[in-house]
């Protein structure tokens, strides 16, 4: 059975990006810091003399009271601000698309010293911006990971298929030569029977039957006569 072969590739595929971390990155913990920073500049600017200068009046004659409500209403907003943004986060998926960034920026920099590593001092051409790419290029880009995954798929499952034609074949040989066997052997009981057969029709073996009957007919007849009464 043929094996399959291997589409041809006009370039090497890029290697697969590992997993994206969960836990925030440089990108998405610096995105959280900067809330952080910009929520408590933006509560302090809500000081006790900044929130006093709003209601004079509850200022002068109960200010435990006009601070505690500033406190909660600093309290309140700073709770919904951040749960706010958390939600905004998760349904986003935030953190997974700023380390995909990252690694994306990442990669990029460790290709580019690979490459400056091995011109070895020379002169490193710029990549081809991806916007100038024929569209068979971007095409093939996109369908030969695709591709070498289904023929690595379609060979794994080609060789379990001959594997198992290889044992079904052995077992169907080893079975065969039981059934050759076996007709041999019946063949062999069946000329041994043929030549029993013969040797029966043969006339020494009818001569001895015939006397062996006449000796029986005289024992017969001599036993009904001891068995008969005397003087019938």
Request: with cysteine; aromatic share 4%.
């Amino acid at each position: 059975m043929p094996s399959a072969t291997k589409p041809e590739s006009r370039s090497p595929s890029p290697t697969p990006a590992p997993p994206i971390a969960d836990a925030p990155g440089v990108r998405a913990q610096g995105l959280i810091n900067v809330f952080n920073q910009a929520v408590k500049a933006s509560l302090d600017k809500c000081s006790p003399d900044s929130f006093a200068s709003c209601f004079p009046t509850t200022a002068q004659y109960g200010p435990e009271i006009l601070d505690d409500i500033r406190r909660q209403l600093v309290d309140q907003l700073d709770r919904t601000w951040k749960a706010n943004f958390e939600t905004v986060m998760q349904q986003k998926d935030v953190v997974k698309s700023l380390n995909a960034l990252d690694q994306s920026i990442e990669d990029a920099r460790l290709r580019r010293r690979r490459v400056e590593a091995s011109a070895n001092g020379g002169t490193v051409d710029a990549p081809v911006p991806p916007h100038t790419l024929s569209p068979n290029t971007i095409r093939l880009a996109h369908l030969m990971p695709f591709l070498e995954e289904q023929t690595t798929e379609f060979n794994s499952k080609l060789s379990a298929t001959q594997a198992a034609n290889s044992d079904l074949l052995s077992t169907v040989t080893s079975q065969r030569a039981e059934i050759e066997a076996l007709v041999n052997g019946l063949e062999n009981v069946i000329h041994d029977l043929e030549n029993s057969a013969q040797m029966m029709g043969q006339e020494d073996v009818q001569g001895l039957s015939k006397e062996i009957k006449e000796l029986e007919t005289e024992m017969k007849k001599r036993t009904w006569s001891n068995a008969l009464p005397q003087g019938l």
